[in-house]
């Protein structure tokens, strides 16, 4: 079966070729952006256990993310039928759940996952949604590296 390759342009990664079977279709967007609907994964460095889900329609628009297993967080949830229903989601093996990740660039040790509002995705027809836990007490901001000298802090700020 022939690969159906386009060439896009990115800011951050320059000319990149994408595999157009493996375009993610956000049937509801990434909240506050709503405007762009099609994005791909990209492994700008296959040994990291981040990648980048870059909008096709916006070559300036990326977001780091991952997966929670990487860094060993106990992370499960459920999605509403009606979620499940948008995304066309008929086996809970069908689903895949990645988390935007915000790296500090003055100290990306700071860098946290948002568990509360993971993308979820249909690995059957690839559609993409964000879904914001109902519900839950997961932060949007977990830390994804833990504080050695501040442990003991916890109370005070």
Known sequence: ????????????????????????????????????????????????????????????????????????IDYQFEISDEDAETLGVKSADEILAINIVTIPQINPQGATINLLAPIVINTTNNNAMQIILKDSKLPVRHPLFEKKEEKSNEGSN
Do not use: H
């Open 1 to 72: 079966m022939e690969k159906n390759l386009e060439k896009i342009q990115t800011s951050r990664f320059g000319e990149i070729e994408i595999d157009n079977s493996l375009l993610f279709n956000f049937v509801s967007p990434i909240i506050g952006y709503s405007d762009y609907k099609k994005f791909i994964l990209v492994d700008y460095r296959p040994d990291s256990p981040f990648k980048w889900l870059q909008s096709v329609e916006n070559k300036d628009l990326a977001f780091p993310i991952t997966l929670c297993s990487y860094f060993n």
